[in-house]
């Protein structure tokens, strides 16, 4: 299958050079490759972010990256990036106008807009994952809701999400469930764990939810906490404020960007990874923990519900409340054998259900429920 691969913002290819990326570059580049593995055949469209750069990039993992210039060549911020669109489209267009994909796969709704005006008319289906939903952003809830009744296939993260799509008016026939994955070949339980400084250890990646973590490090002596992922100065600020404020200052690390090398033995180090956001999680760091055997305290909210089980690979505690996440941290702070449990519980996990090889193969079954929609249509 012939796979157009859709990512106007987030390139795969910050992921091969392993500087700071987020998580979509992550989820990208690894579906990306997992699809090519399985024989298919892969091209990432993204914006030129450099002059730099070339224009067309074949990767080490088998698919290309193609980088269109459309807008000024550089990073711009999402509000800034729709007036590129135009361009970025016309380019789409004029290209599977010459070299038809059996599949374009959107990624967050300024790709699927892309997307989707792209390929009108030229009969080809177009999946969508939206990765987060513009919650309270009128204008960009109307583009969601367009491209939710529009393509053939939505890719959802969690059963939450497609429950908020439905009511954008997505029929619920057209939705996929499928989770991010996770290389348990780099997240591994046996190899190498950061030195760590204080009998117990907890770790917490990205900025949402640390200050419940933080706040709750107070009830929990001998802990330290390590805080990864990069910071502005006004989130460092804050975060460091909520740590004099409850005295824990001296016990919490800021790591910043930590390269993706290095996070196997970083979240090795922990007895416990804390996934605490109030909403839209990102499902990444918790399944990369679990595959490290590292027990995960998660919100209950999102894929977090979906990918951690609660009692079997970890616990799940109400968002927000540091009150039930010290609960929760106590118990499984003091007994050692319940997180050994967990971890073997959540590797296990991991191999038989969120690889990425799992994940690309659950995205094709998207591809041809799509192909075979659009067929019926035409």
């Given at each position: 299958m012939k796979i157009a691969m859709v990512s106007a913002q987030a390139s795969p290819l910050a992921v091969l050079?392993?500087?700071?990326?987020?998580?979509?570059?992550?989820?990208?580049?690894?579906?990306?490759?997992?699809?090519?593995?399985?024989?298919?055949?892969?091209?990432?469209?993204?914006?030129?972010e450099s002059r730099r750069t070339p224009a067309t990039v074949e990767t080490p993992d088998g698919y290309r990256v193609v980088q269109v210039l459309a807008g000024p060549p550089k990073r711009l911020q999402e509000d800034d990036l729709l007036p590129s669109l135009g361009d970025f489209t016309r380019v789409l267009r004029s290209r599977w106008t010459k070299d038809r994909p059996d599949v374009v796969h959107a990624h967050f709704w300024s790709s699927g807009l892309a997307s989707l005006l792209a390929a009108k008319d030229l009969g080809i289906p177009v999946v969508?994952?939206?990765?987060?939903?513009?919650?309270?952003?009128?204008?960009?809830?109307?583009?969601?809701?367009?491209?939710?009744?529009?393509?053939?296939q939505v890719v959802a993260t969690s059963s939450d999400e497609v429950l908020s799509l439905t009511r954008l008016g997505m029929p619920r026939v057209r939705a996929s469930v499928v989770s991010g994955g996770v290389d348990p070949a780099k997240f591994t339980v046996d190899g190498e764990s950061a030195r760590r400084t204080a009998r117990h250890r907890i770790v917490s990646v990205g900025?949402?939810?640390?200050?419940?973590?933080?706040?709750?490090?107070?009830?929990?002596?001998?802990?330290?906490?390590?805080?990864?992922?990069?910071?502005?100065?006004?989130?460092?600020?804050?975060?460091r404020?909520?740590?004099?404020?409850?005295?824990?200052?001296?016990?919490?690390?800021?790591?910043?960007?930590?390269?993706?090398?290095?996070?196997?033995?970083?979240?090795?180090?922990?007895?416990?990874?804390?996934?605490?956001?109030?909403?839209?999680?990102?499902?990444?760091?918790?399944?990369?923990?679990?595959?490290?055997?590292?027990?995960?305290?998660a919100a209950s909210v999102g894929v977090l519900t979906e990918t951690v089980i609660d009692g079997v690979t970890g616990s799940l505690v109400s968002p927000g409340n540091p009150k039930e996440l010290?609960?929760?941290?106590?118990?499984?702070?003091?007994?050692?054998?319940?997180?050994?449990?967990?971890?073997?519980?959540?590797?296990?996990?991991?191999?038989?259900?969120?690889?990425?090889?799992?994940?690309?193969?659950?995205?094709?079954?998207?591809?041809?429920?799509?192909?075979?929609?659009?067929?019926?249509?035409?």
């Open positions: 050079g392993d500087g700071p990326v987020g998580r979509r570059h992550v989820h990208i580049a690894e579906l990306s490759a997992a699809l090519t593995r399985e024989g298919h055949d892969v091209t990432v469209y993204t914006r030129r969508q994952t939206f990765h987060t939903l513009g919650t309270g952003a009128a204008d960009r809830t109307r583009v969601e809701r367009m491209i939710a009744k529009q393509a053939g900025v949402p939810g640390a200050d419940v973590v933080i706040t709750a490090l107070a009830a929990l002596p001998e802990t330290e906490l390590v805080l990864a992922g990069s910071l502005t100065a006004e989130d460092a600020r804050r975060l404020g909520t740590a004099e404020r409850a005295g824990v200052a001296g016990r919490m690390r800021t790591a910043g960007w930590v390269p993706r090398a290095d996070l196997p033995a970083l979240l090795r180090s922990a007895d416990i990874v804390v996934c605490a956001p109030r909403s839209d999680p990102s499902g990444l760091v918790p399944l990369e923990a679990m595959a490290c055997g590292v027990t995960v305290v010290v609960g929760a941290l106590r118990r499984l702070l003091s007994d050692g054998s319940s997180r050994e449990t967990f971890g073997v519980a959540a590797r296990d996990r991991v191999l038989a259900r969120y690889s990425w090889d799992r994940v690309a193969v659950e995205c094709t079954r998207a591809y041809v429920l799509a192909a075979q929609g659009a067929s019926t249509r035409v």
